[in-house]
């Protein structure tokens, strides 16, 4: 039986948690804020992350122009428990990670790197 799309992206989400164990959770998003593939626990709402990473991601996108910075590439907002980290997929999705106070946070972008090129290959 074949894998679908959004099987083999969940697949590549759960190997960039495996390899990163400081990834607790994550997601693929379209800027539109709907859910495309998701790692997430039980206990966290896949819609809410889903339109609070669109959102975050056109809010983002907005400053880097009007700032005059270039392409977004990279949003990361630091919490007292922990990092929750938004890579650009490509140019209609974003790549949503929640990472642990103590990650080690080139790891973790290094890692979120390498599995925005591979998800991004299932959203052509």
Known sequence: MAISKAEEMVKRLREMQ???PEIEASAVVSVDGLTIASALPRDIEEDRVSAMSAAMLSLGDRIA????????DQVYIHGEDGYVILSAVGDEAVLTALAKEKAKLGLVF???????????QFLE
Request: avoid cysteine; glycine fraction near 4%; proline fraction near 0%.
């Open 18 to 20: 495996a390899a990163t």
């Open 65 to 72: 122009s009007e700032l005059n910075r270039g392409t977004l």
């Open 110 to 120: 290094l890692e979120m790197r390498r599995a925005a090129e591979d998800l991004s």
